[in-house]
């Protein structure tokens, strides 16, 4: 989230007077801040005053106008108003909350002039401004208004002793009635008003802080509208993770239930086939015997691609041991340290499984590497897996080794794919994953 520093201390951008009339109030007195609030309430006043007058034109004319058909443009003027308000009110709430506020409209990127003010008037921004502008014309216009009066009348009331040494010998009256003969005997007027000074900069404080907060709230992007197409996004990415998980599964389990069983079939009648020729036919059985063997290598890499697809020990026994199978068919020494308390979502198992597949493969083609070290735990509820491989390094996931493509995956998971790998190496792969993603 976006911070800002103001005099009176670091902050939200819409927080930032309120910590410091809430942490530091003695100090609020001191500072920047009621000088800084003061003007905003004048400025703010001033121009709420025009708003209020401009809003009281346009509807008075539209309401008039409107038989004639021209009071309906000017309707259309008094729905629009927000807009320029909202404009000038963006720059001027810098005063007092540094980090600016975005502009929620989404311009269209082409169309007619009549098309772009049909589609500002569609948007729901238009009307928020369009109701904060009645907000400063009515409401914020006015406290000012009243904070502005108390911070005069509390200044006259400070300078009272003042007056009355420059006026003396002559009697001032600050009560009618109720003659002030010396400065001394103004002193108490001078504490009421001090008083009155500390109470408009705290009001000012106040109000300055529920301006900035309203206009945080009308005149800003929506975030629920944003993070609800967030969320719509990474949902769909899971259903469509899902999708290919499952059918993946199906695949695997056409491949395990049909192929791989009629070439088991195959083979054992090719081996009868060349039992029962024997010594009768041998140039046959020997074309038999080399059929037999293409059909057992087809058959090996069947099952190893089945394997590949989806391991039938991940889903048995969970992923240290697919993961020490694996390292056990990786012609490399690997030495594997995984140390889990609890088997993990099906998701989380699979996407750690296959990207500590990839870091092998990538490590046993391209490192020169002699020795892997693997190891994982949990933390916190994060899945944490760091591959190690003492090979040359200088692996580069967007060269096409496989990782890019697992970084995109894990994401689906809201996890996190670092690779470092500095030239000379050692390359190290660290992977994790929130088991409640």
């Known amino acids: ?15 930032a007077v309120r910590e410091a009339l809430a942490r530091r109030p003695r100090r609020f007195l001191f500072s920047l801040w009621p000088l800084l609030c003061w003007a905003h309430l004048l400025s703010g006043t001033l121009f709420g005053l025009g708003v209020l007058l401009a809003l009281t034109v346009l509807v008075s004319l539209g309401a008039i106008l409107s038989v004639l058909g021209v009071g309906l443009l000017l309707l259309v003027c008094t729905a629009l108003l927000g807009v320029p308000v909202a404009a000038v009110e963006r720059h001027r709430l810098r005063l007092v909350a540094p980090v600016a506020i975005a502009d929620p409209y989404e311009r269209p990127q082409d169309g007619t002039a009549w098309h772009r003010l049909r589609h500002r008037l ?51 009256m600050v009560i009618p009635g109720h003659a002030i003969p010396s400065p001394w005997a103004a002193v108490p007027f001078t504490l009421v008003g001090l008083a009155g000074v500390a109470l408009s900069a705290y009001a000012a404080g106040w109000l300055t802080w529920a301006q900035v907060r309203i206009a945080w709230l009308l005149l800003s992007p929506r975030q629920d509208e944003t993070s609800r197409h967030v969320v719509e996004l990474t949902r769909s990415r899971a259903r469509l993770a899902d999708a290919f998980e499952a059918e993946r599964r199906r695949i695997e389990r056409d491949l395990h239930d049909g192929a791989q069983q009629q070439l088991v079939a195959l083979t054992m009648t090719l081996g009868l086939a060349e039992f029962e020729l024997g010594d009768a036919h041998p140039e046959a059985a020997a074309l038999i015997g080399r059929g037999r063997a293409e059909a057992r290598r087809a058959l090996d890499q069947l099952r190893d691609l089945v394997r590949g697809i989806h391991p039938q020990v991940l889903t048995d026994h969970g992923l240290a041991a697919a993961v020490a199978e694996i390292a056990l068919r990786t012609p490399l020494e690997v030495t594997v340290g995984i140390d889990l308390p609890n088997r993990l979502p099906g998701p989380v198992e699979t996407t750690a499984y296959f990207t500590v597949a990839e870091a092998l493969a990538n490590a046993t083609k391209h490192s020169g590497a002699g020795r892997i070290e693997i190891s994982g735990r949990l933390d916190r509820d994060r899945l944490v897996l760091v591959v190690t491989d003492d090979g040359m390094g200088g692996a580069d996931p967007s060269k096409g080794t496989g990782l890019s493509g697992l970084a995109d995956r894990l994401a689906i998971l809201r996890g996190r794919l670092t690779v470092a790998s500095p030239v000379g190496g050692p390359t190290r792969v660290r992977v994790e994953v929130p088991c409640s993603a």
């Not at 989230?1 to 927080?15: E, L, N, Q, V, Y």
């Not at 109701?131 to 009515?138: E, K, Q, W």
């Not at 000012?144 to 002793?161: E, K, Q």
């Open 122 to 172: 569609t948007q729901r921004a238009t009307w928020r401004e369009l109701g904060y502008a009645a907000l400063l014309a009515i409401v914020f216009a006015g406290a000012g208004l009243g904070v502005l009066v108390l911070l005069v009348l509390s200044a006259i009331l400070v300078s009272v002793p003042v007056l009355v040494w420059a006026l003396a010998p002559e009697a001032v």
């Open 1 to 15: 989230m976006s911070t800002a520093k103001g005099p009176g201390g670091p902050g939200g951008p819409d927080t």
